[in-house]
C-alpha cells in the first residue's frame, strides 16, 4: 500500500464486516487486501486492490481469484453503501470425480464405489467441516466415512463445503464394476491434500482407472 505498512484485520462477529482504521487511508493512494485465512470448507484465494479517494469513496476496485458465479466470470468484490463498503464473496471448496476404463477413457464406469476419511498420518490433525450437514448422506459416524457410488456418467461429486483447506484425506476404492478387478493400489487409496486456494493435490491419482478381467 502508499504510505502505510501492512497491517493484519481479523474478522471477530458473525457480521462479516472488518473496519479498516480512516486514519491509515490516504485520499488517492491504492491499497491491497489479501484474505489470509478462511473458513472452514471455503477457498482462501481473494486478492482486492482499490483506491481510496479524496473525499473517502472507493474507486478502482480489482480482485483476483476468490468466487467466481456460476458462469465463472463475476468478479469476488463489489462496492456497497455509497462506494464506501467492499464486499467479498468466498466460495466453497469444490471437487468431483469422474471414473473410466483404464484402456477406453470415454467409457464410464457407473456403480463404483469409493471411501472418504480424514488422513490419519503421524502428527496430523485433519477433519472434514465440523457444521457440515450430513443428513442423506452416506456417513458412518462411527469411522468418520463418507461413502459415494458413482453415476452413470461415472463421476462422484463431493458436497460443497465438506472439505477444509490445508487438510488431506484419503480417498479408496472398495468396490468396481462387474467385469472389472481393483487393483492393490486403488484398495489403498490415495491422498487428496486440499490447498489453501481451494485446488486439490492428488498423490498417485493414476491408479485410480480400473482394468477388464482377462477372458
Not at 481473494?46 to 480489482?62: P, Q, S
Not at 467441516?129 to 459415494?148: I, K, V
Request: one cysteine or more; glycine letters at 10%; a negative charge.
Amino acid at each position: 500500500a502508499d504510505g502505510w505498512a501492512s497491517e493484519k484485520l481479523t474478522i471477530t462477529e458473525n457480521t462479516g464486516k472488518i473496519l479498516i482504521p480512516v486514519e491509515h487511508m490516504i485520499g488517492g493512494h491504492t491499497y491491497t487486501l489479501t484474505e489470509t485465512k478462511a473458513p472452514d470448507g471455503y477457498e482462501c484465494t481473494a486478492v482486492v486492490t482499490f483506491t481510496v479517494k479524496t473525499d473517502g469513496t472507493i474507486e478502482n476496485l480489482n480482485s483476483e481469484g476468490g468466487y467466481k458465479g456460476t458462469n465463472g466470470t463475476e468478479s469476488c468484490a463489489s462496492l456497497d453503501n455509497g462506494n464506501t463498503t467492499i464486499k467479498i464473496r468466498d466460495e466453497k471448496i469444490r471437487m468431483s470425480l469422474t471414473k473410466t476404463d483404464f484402456a477406453n477413457t470415454g467409457t464410464f464406469l457407473e456403480g463404483v464405489e469409493f471411501t472418504l476419511q480424514p488422513y490419519k498420518a503421524t502428527g496430523e490433525n485433519n477433519s472434514f467441516t465440523a457444521d457440515y450437514d450430513n443428513n442423506g448422506l452416506f456417513y458412518d459416524s462411527s469411522t468418520n466415512t463418507y461413502t459415494f457410488i458413482t453415476g452413470s456418467d461415472g463421476k462422484i461429486t463431493f458436497p460443497d463445503g465438506l472439505l477444509k483447506h490445508d487438510n488431506s484425506y484419503i480417498l479408496k476404492e472398495t468396490k468396481t464394476k462387474s467385469g472389472y478387478y481393483l487393483s492393490k493400489e486403488a484398495e489403498a487409496g490415495v491422498v487428496l491434500t486440499v490447498n489453501k486456494d481451494g485446488s486439490i493435490s492428488i498423490t498417485r491419482q493414476s491408479e485410480f482407472k480400473d482394468k477388464k478381467l482377462s477372458s
